[in-house]
């Protein structure tokens, strides 16, 4: 491979450069604006976000390196019918922007578990905060310490493999990066980063998918081939739950898995509920969707154009790269090692993807230790004290993320494993939530009994799933050609099915349970969970007499909500007439001062230099 181009200088400048950029935003939020007075400054941006930038900020943090190493190569060994997705996304974005949104908003909480308290018990509350620290929420985009090794390692050893470019220089430059920015400027600096990561994720994207069509001579050949290679397989109507991707399994079981995500997962909450109205929320959520499909479009091209310049020749099975996310990297050195900088522009992008993954990782792990577990037992702590310990905790869960990328380079496989069973930990808590918003005869008691059978069952198809993993006529992969190849394969046999070699289990062994039930797809496992949650809830809570408690209205989703969507809401214009009448008084009271004398020195001369009310 000594024909491919390996990093050069201007890549490494390139990739410092957004690296540096990033950490400049940072020290900007640490000090605009008078810095970080308080707890909900830095974990809330103070509730005066607006629209785009929270969009872009949700769309970066849902775009972790997985997506753009990893979806291409899906779509490169699937074929496109991940595409269906958009429609998933389109569900999920109106599910949350419409149930889960508006309850969240008008009680204004910092922690998405504050809202189990409130509507069952603060031991619920406790589960889930616990769940959510370890767990990761049925998919990658969420935050949690064990997922965050995974995000900052995962890329970073597919692009130093391919590329040569350094390791642990990687890993430890954007943990420490990330870490930096998220402790000193808390939820704005991760916001403003995360903007700026996607447009560098876009260009990324875009110089492979312009130079991909300059090489192919044209999009028409790309399509072409993609169709005559069965690339273009959109519409499979299998409703078959076992088949790994079909139309039904990705709309129905995706919706599930995401919702859990974009729903209730504190990463994502808690940016829209930092939107200054109810109607920037709502419209920063709607304008992320737009984001996740222009992501997606990418991805999908990107995989296209791989398929397109590798279909004689392909580099997993010439062992040109020893994993399907190394395929990108590949093609992007093979088709710009002519372009200086260019390489180094999409490393950049994709560590784009890990960095704002990860920052909001940790300010979301933050935010959930300092309000469900330090605020409820330390009442005494004052505003500014609560702010240190938030950056505090910022750098501490910085800190544990880099230990859990060194985790993830000793026991890789094993940790995979673990997060696919952890995963489905998001279907449950979905369901605990949606029987609080939905059902106001739910009570303590039955949302528990609810929640760990929920639970019991996703982990026994999960941890079903890893032992026996699917047989490949469920899963469905394509054809790839090694003809064109002039590479000296040796006894290379495996052409065909390169996947039969990862089953050590022979087909005899798989007891009956493995081909229909842990066969299950595993966007299906989320779905599982929240139908059994609700159900065992809703049955456990009309036995324990849930129908004579009565619930305050402001904790379930009403036809109001929904309502206010048509005419703007009068809680609004109650808001900006509390606003009117206050400001008058404020500034009467205060009088007018001589400017020599600033506030902050009066207030010093007031309160510092006296002794039992004396002063001294």
Not at 163 to 192: D, I, N, Q, R, S
Request: hydrophobic fraction near 45%.
């Amino acid at each position: 491979s000594d024909s491919m181009g390996r990093f050069t200088v201007w890549d490494y400048v390139v990739f410092a450069a957004m690296l540096l950029v990033s950490a400049v935003i940072g020290v900007y939020y640490a000090f605009a604006g008078g810095g970080q007075k308080t707890s909900k400054d830095f974990l809330m941006g103070g509730r005066s976000m607006s629209a785009v930038p929270v969009a872009l900020s949700l769309t970066a943090s849902f775009m972790s390196a997985v997506t753009v190493l990893g979806t291409p190569a899906e779509i490169y060994r699937y074929g496109a019918v991940f595409c269906i997705f958009a429609f998933t996304y389109g569900l999920v974005v109106l599910c949350s922007a419409e149930i889960f949104l508006p309850v969240f908003y008008k009680l204004g909480i910092t922690s998405t578990y504050e809202y189990l308290e409130l509507r069952f018990n603060k031991y619920l509350r406790l589960c889930g905060t616990v769940l959510f620290i370890i767990q990761t929420a049925s998919k990658p985009q969420s935050c949690s310490t064990l997922y965050t090794g995974i995000v900052i390692y995962a890329p970073a050893l597919a692009l130093n493999q391919v590329t040569g470019f350094h390791l642990w220089g990687a890993v430890v430059a954007t943990g420490v990066v990330c870490t930096f920015y998220c402790t000193l400027g808390g939820l704005k600096a991760v916001v403003w980063t995360d903007v700026f990561q996607v447009g560098i994720m876009v260009a990324g994207f875009s110089a492979v998918i312009i130079r991909a069509v300059v090489v192919q001579e044209g999009i028409g050949r790309i399509v072409n081939d993609s169709y005559y290679g069965g690339r273009l397989n959109f519409w499979d109507f299998n409703p078959n739950p076992l088949q790994r991707h079909t139309f039904w399994t990705i709309v129905i079981g995706g919706t599930f898995t995401w919702a859990g995500i974009y729903g209730i997962n504190q990463s994502q909450v808690q940016r829209y509920i930092a939107c200054k109205t109810r109607f920037h929320a709502k419209m920063s959520l709607y304008i992320n969707l737009v984001g996740l499909w222009a992501i997606l479009a990418c991805a999908t091209l990107c995989g296209l154009a791989l398929y397109s310049i590798y279909k004689d020749c392909d580099p997993w099975m010439a062992k040109q790269v020893s994993a399907l996310d190394q395929l990108m990297p590949y093609l992007v050195l093979d088709i710009l090692h002519d372009f200086p900088g260019v390489p180094g522009l999409f490393v950049a992008s994709a560590y784009s993807g890990t960095l704002s993954t990860v920052s909001s990782s940790i300010n979301a792990l933050a935010a959930v230790t300092v309000e469900d577990l330090i605020k409820p037992y330390f009442k005494s702590l004052s505003e500014k004290k609560l702010s240190w310990i938030s950056m505090g905790m910022s750098l501490f869960y910085g800190g544990v993320c880099i230990a859990m990328a060194a985790v993830a380079s000793l026991l890789g496989a094993l940790l995979q494993a673990a997060l696919s069973i952890f995963g489905m930990v998001g279907g449950p808590l979905l369901g605990l939530f949606a029987l609080g918003i939905l059902c106001s005869f739910a009570n303590g008691i039955g949302a528990f009994v609810g929640l760990v059978s929920g639970f019991v069952i996703s982990l026994w198809v999960g941890i079903g799933s890893q032992v026996y993993p699917p047989l490949p006529e469920r899963t469905k992969p394509l054809y790839l050609s090694t003809a064109g190849c002039n590479i000296s394969l040796g006894n290379f046999t495996a052409t065909e099915t390169p996947l039969t070699t990862v089953f050590n289990t022979p087909t005899a062994e798989r007891p009956v349970l493995a081909d229909n039930w842990y066969s299950l797809s595993y966007l299906y496992f989320s779905t599982l969970g929240t139908l059994i949650t609700v159900a065992v809830g809703i049955i456990i809570s009309l036995l324990t007499g849930g129908l004579k408690q009565n619930t305050d209205r402001k904790f379930l989703l009403t036809k109001e909500d929904f309502l206010s969507n048509f005419s703007r809401s009068k809680s609004e214009t109650v808001k900006k007439v509390e606003v009117l009448n206050w400001k008058p008084f404020t500034v009467a009271a205060e009088g007018t001062d001589n400017p020599a004398f600033s506030h902050i020195e009066m207030d010093v001369a007031s309160n510092k230099n006296k002794a039992n009310g004396l002063h001294i």
